[in-house]
Structure formats: C-alpha cells, structure tokens
C-alpha cells in the first residue's frame, strides 16, 4: 500500500515541529509521498523538499488556505503545486493574509485581556518564532500564562469560531481562491469536510466552485463519516484524498504519514499529483 499524508504543518504556521522534522517523521513512518500545507504560507516547502530528498520521500507543495462562503461561513482549502511551479499570484494573496493575521492576532489579544485573560503580544510572536502568528498561538501563550491548563481548553473557552475572543478573518471566496489555486497550475481539495456544520452543503459548494479533491480519509473520522465522504466524492466527481492535519499540538495526535487510504485511491491521487506542470 502506498501511504500518502497530503495535510501537514510545521513551525512556518501553527505546528510545533520544523519542516524536517515533519518529512523525517513521515519517511520513518511509511510514507511515499507527503505535501507540507502550513496556513497561508508556502515558506517551509523548500526545506521539506530538501528534506525529503535526503530521506527518500517526494515532497509536494502545499498550502492551507482560509475562503469564505456566504452561507457556510469559513471554509478551508488546500492547494498542491508541482516543483518549480512559478506561484507569484499565489504568493502575493497569501502575503496579504499573512499580514491580516498579524492584525487579526493583535485584535484577538485585546479581546482577551477585556475578557480577564491579558497576554504580552511579544508572548505570542515568541510562541511563533517567526511564523505567521495564528490562534493556536495564542492558545499556547494563554496556557504559558495560567489562564488555562490546555490548548484545548483556550478553544473551548475563547477562540472557537464562535468564542468570546473570536476575530473574523477577511478572506477570498470560495470560487475566487479555488481559481488561483487552478491558474498557478494547482489542485485543489476541501479539508476536512467533517469538521464543518454542514459537510454535505460545503462539499457540494466546493465541487460547485470547480474543485478537485476531497479530504475524505482525515484523522479520526469514523467509518461511516469516511463511507458518507467517499458517496459524496463519486456524486460529485471529486477525488478522494488524505491527511493527518498533523500540527503537534496535542498529545496522542495522530503523527504524520499514518492515515491508512485504499490502494486503488492512493495510487490515482499520487499519479495524479506526480503529473502536476510547474
């Protein structure tokens, strides 16, 4: 069986581990083919390719982007990209994102401090070292300073979607990012479909916006979530793909390159991704 392990972030986002770290990981457990996806940033790529030569595993560029849909709220989207592949379009709209989480980041941290839960911003940015500075962040920060005993519970307490310290992102739609994705020469695919209020209604609004893909072997998902994924998938002409989600969060995450895909899938979707033109 060919492994592949298609959603994966390092410290160039919001995981904890470097990118080597993550391609070695992946390598020691069994996987072929692997694409680093941090949020909004294509920065760890080279490294993860690099490494991936040294380790004997191919490496496709990745990225996990934030849209917007009017009736689903947010959504995200992940992009795959051959080497070489010239991205300057892709590259722009995400450095615009980079620096509206910067924004959004500061404005999150007010809110918690109006909320009895004050941070040092420069708590954060050192968290990240460097990184585009996200929520989960802000969540170890929150941990750092005693004001919860989890990353998790910083979730459940303040910065869910609907939380008391929540700041709304300003994103691309659906349509329009699922376009730059395919004009750079990309495919596409919706992550974690499982994850959203309603996965049937965000599936078919991405298939309707002309994706390619869908996350169906994800995580945890139990066998009738991926049954459901894999009915959807052939209604709507989408393509199954897979992913940890890895980010070394949590204890007893599941660790890069150990989502298990059927043969006949895995061996489509890498084909699929070795023919992609830079």
Same mark, same amino acid.
């Given at each position: 069986?060919?492994?592949?392990?298609?959603?994966?972030?390092?410290?160039?986002? @919001?995981?904890?581990?470097?990118?080597?770290?993550? /391609?070695?990981?992946?390598?020691?457990? %069994?996987? +072929? =083919? &692997?694409?680093?996806? @941090?949020?909004?940033?294509?920065?760890? /790529?080279?490294?993860?390719?690099?490494?991936?030569?040294?380790?004997?595993?191919?490496?496709?560029?990745?990225?996990? &982007?934030?849209?917007?849909? $009017?009736?689903?709220? +947010?959504?995200?989207?992940?992009?795959?990209?051959?080497? %070489?592949?010239?991205? @300057? +379009?892709?590259?722009? *709209?995400?450095?615009?994102?980079?620096? +509206?989480?910067?924004?959004?980041?500061?404005?999150?941290?007010?809110?918690?401090? *109006?909320?009895?839960?004050?941070? @040092?911003?420069?708590? /954060?940015?050192?968290?990240?070292? %460097?990184?585009?500075? %996200?929520?989960?962040? &802000?969540?170890?920060?929150?941990?750092?300073?005693?004001?919860?005993?989890?990353? *998790?519970?910083?979730?459940?307490?303040?910065?869910?979607?609907?939380?008391?310290?929540?700041?709304?992102?300003?994103?691309?739609?659906?349509?329009?990012?699922?376009?730059?994705?395919?004009?750079?020469?990309?495919?596409?695919?919706?992550?974690?479909?499982?994850?959203?209020?309603? $996965?049937?209604?965000?599936?078919?609004?991405?298939?309707?916006?002309?994706?390619?893909?869908?996350?169906?072997?994800?995580?945890?998902?139990?066998?009738?979530? &991926?049954?459901?994924?894999?009915?959807?998938?052939?209604? =709507?002409?989408?393509?199954?793909?897979?992913?940890?989600?890895?980010?070394?969060?949590? $204890?007893?995450?599941?660790?890069?390159?150990?989502?298990?895909?059927?043969?006949?899938?895995?061996?489509?979707?890498?084909?699929?991704?070795?023919?992609?033109? $830079?």
């Amino acid at each position: 069986m060919a492994r592949l392990d298609l959603h994966l972030h390092s410290t160039c986002s @919001d995981g904890t581990k470097p990118p080597e770290w993550v /391609v070695r990981q992946a390598a020691a457990n %069994g996987a +072929e =083919l &692997i694409a680093l996806t @941090d949020h909004d940033t294509l920065a760890g /790529v080279e490294d993860a390719q690099s490494a991936g030569q040294r380790c004997g595993i191919e490496v496709v560029g990745g990225v996990e &982007i934030g849209v917007h849909d $009017p009736d689903l709220g +947010e959504l995200h989207v992940l992009g795959y990209f051959a080497p %070489g592949a010239a991205l @300057d +379009e892709l590259e722009q *709209q995400l450095r615009a994102y980079q620096d +509206e989480r910067e924004t959004r980041a500061r404005r999150t941290v007010e809110r918690l401090s *109006q909320l009895g839960a004050p941070l @040092d911003y420069e708590t /954060v940015t050192r968290i990240a070292d %460097g990184a585009s500075v %996200g929520r989960p962040h &802000i969540a170890r920060a929150l941990v750092e300073a005693g004001h919860v005993e989890s990353v *998790q519970e910083a979730f459940d307490r303040f910065l869910r979607n609907d939380g008391p310290a929540f700041v709304p992102r300003t994103l691309l739609s659906l349509s329009d990012s699922v376009d730059m994705i395919h004009r750079n020469g990309g495919f596409s695919s919706l992550a974690h479909p499982t994850r959203y209020g309603d $996965p049937l209604a965000a599936t078919a609004a991405f298939a309707a916006a002309g994706g390619n893909g869908l996350e169906i072997y994800y995580r945890n998902d139990s066998p009738d979530e &991926i049954a459901n994924g894999e009915q959807q998938a052939q209604r =709507l002409g989408l393509i199954p793909t897979v992913g940890s989600d890895f980010h070394g969060l949590h $204890p007893g995450e599941l660790q890069p390159g150990t989502i298990p895909m059927p043969d006949h899938q895995s061996a489509r979707l890498m084909q699929l991704l070795k023919d992609l033109s $830079p």
